[in-house]
């Protein structure tokens, strides 16, 4: 599975982004979803998973409320809406994906990860 992302960007607190993530190589559906971000000199922080069977959505407290996750199975395609962003949330973003039966709050639990993208917040 090969997973790459885009969509990152230097933008001002209170301004959105949209992620996107293309998966190439296996079948899209089959996996549980995520997006993990990694602060400096900071480890992996899990934000938002969506399931595979029937698309049920988890977020980080941090971000419930400001980020949706979706996806389109059709296209083979991650989102991570981000709205209210704030300094705090900048963060290279990766997207990964898990098999089932992982536990999809546990960054290393991620099979499948892109090379991430970076989102700056300034104040």
């Known amino acids: 599975v090969q997973l790459q992302a885009s969509g990152g960007g230097l933008v001002q607190a209170g301004d959105s982004l949209r992620l996107a993530c293309r998966v190439t190589g296996r079948t899209f559906n089959h996996y549980t979803m995520g997006w993990v971000r990694q602060a400096p000199g900071k480890e992996r922080d899990f934000v938002a998973a969506?399931?595979?069977?029937?698309?049920?959505?988890h977020y980080a407290d941090s971000v419930k409320g400001r980020f949706t996750i979706s996806r389109d199975d059709a296209k083979n395609i991650l989102y991570l809406q981000m709205n209210r962003l704030n300094p705090e949330d900048t963060a290279v973003y990766y997207c990964?994906?898990?098999?089932?039966?992982?536990?999809?709050?546990?960054?290393?639990?991620?099979?499948?990860w892109g090379p991430g993208t970076q989102v700056t917040v300034s104040s």
């Open positions: 990964a994906a898990a098999t089932y039966g992982s536990n999809f709050y546990i960054p290393n639990e991620y099979t499948y």
């Open positions: 969506i399931t595979a069977t029937y698309g049920d959505t």
